[in-house]
């Protein structure tokens, strides 16, 4: 085990780290970034959280002795009515959501064709740029639905891109730097949201209650089994959640 004992640390970068366990007591971590970290069953006690922006995936969050999740639930639903429809239980709720979905996309499209090549290109705050939003979703429905659940073992278009931490290799590589126009990303996407359209106008019940047949190759998600349910849950949460950071950076960019 290393030790850090009255150690100046500031600026330091640690990616990729293993810090499962670690005991933190009189640290500074003021002005520190974190991102894609595990947090889970992380206990604090006697911290200063003050102007802290938090964004992921709440659960459990006890603050006090008390859990924040339902209000922030709450009040995430309140500011986005359609949100409670990414929460399907049937296949008709599936196939509403992402029609619910398909509609505020269009708007954000449409939005995104008043910006120049290069702010599409923009990262903005360290954050993906739109065109990159894009690339990753293709990925993402690759992954989850053409890949885990309809077997596909090498799903990817070159300009699919995975999320920072994924392991890539000779047998899955993509054009990670490539610079693709807004068109060429559309088109990309048309034929990606095609074949979840598809899939989910022919979802019945036994469908969504079955469990994937593990794909057996390099690539994401790893050889496992899944429920359908939780691969479509994650293609609607993707395109929820992505949704609201490209529209939380257009903001931005607007501002400018």
């Known amino acids: 085990m290393t030790e850090f004992v009255d150690a100046d640390l500031s600026g330091a970068r640690f990616e990729n780290v293993e810090l499962n366990g670690a005991d933190f007591h ?10 894609s970290v595990d947090f889970s069953r992380v206990e604090m006690r006697g911290v200063d959280l003050i102007d802290v922006d938090i964004s992921g ?25 359609d949100r409670v429809k990414m929460r399907p239980t049937d296949p008709d709720g599936f196939r509403e959501a992402w029609h619910v979905l398909d509609r505020l996309w269009g708007g954000t499209i449409d939005r995104a064709r008043r910006f120049t090549p290069d702010q599409l290109r923009e990262s903005v705050n360290g954050e993906w ?14 992954s989850w639905v053409r890949r885990a659940i309809l077997g596909e073992p090498s799903p990817w278009d070159a300009l699919g891109l995975p999320f920072a931490e994924f392991r890539d290799g000779p047998a899955f590589s993509r054009a990670i730097d490539a610079r693709p126009s807004l068109d060429e990303v559309l088109a ?14 022919h979802l019945t019940s036994e469908t969504l209650e079955s469990f994937t047949t593990p794909v057996v190759a390099p690539g994401w998600p790893p050889p496992e089994s899944f429920p359908v349910r939780k691969c ?14 490209a529209e939380r950076d257009f903001d931005i960019l607007d501002d400018r």
């Open 232 to 245: 479509l849950r994650i293609v609607l949460n993707e395109e929820w959640q992505h949704r609201l950071y």
């Open 57 to 81: 995936e709440v659960e459990n969050l006890v603050i006090n002795g008390v859990d924040v999740t339902p209000l922030i639930e709450s009040e995430l639903d309140r500011r986005h009515p």
């Open 26 to 35: 009189g640290v500074q971590l003021s002005d520190a970034r974190f991102r």
């Open 129 to 142: 740029s739109f065109i990159d939003t894009l690339r990753h979703l293709s990925f993402a429905t690759d």
């Open 188 to 201: 990309l996407r048309r034929d990606r949201t095609s074949t979840v359209r598809d899939f989910l106008e």
